[in-house]
């Protein structure tokens, strides 16, 4: 059952997503109190392959508002769990020219925060006026319908 969800709309317009898979985040303290009350932004966020792992890097998470001292970084690097197996099959497509890993997603599941990272490729800007053409003629489909 999902909760609470946060898009990142800004990619499909960006971006070819190829492919997708879930993944875990490795939280400290008060982030996911800020998380749950969905004070959370993914829109300039990616995420890097470093020594085997994945980390998410520029996710804001806002500080909660009853933390004290221990209240974590804004913008801090944060760690994706993902399994060995999965991590070499990313790191294989991302090698690819122009292709990177963006989150399109963060949700909780079952009282977990959960990310869904997708591995895409970077469009033009005739293939960002085609996306936009295609809204529109949806638009008016919905409108007739």
Known sequence: MIVMEINNK?????????DSIECGIELKGTEIKSIRNGSAD???CFAIIKNNEVFLLNMYVAKYDEGNRFNH??????KLLLHKKEIKKLKEKVEREGYSLVPLKVYLLSGKVK??????RGKKNYDKRQSIKERDIQREVQIKI
């Open 10 to 18: 800004k990619a499909n317009y960006e971006y070819f997503v190829e």
């Open 42 to 44: 993914i829109k300039d």
């Open 73 to 78: 970084d804004e913008r801090r690097t944060r």
């Open 115 to 120: 990310v869904l990272l997708a591995v895409c």
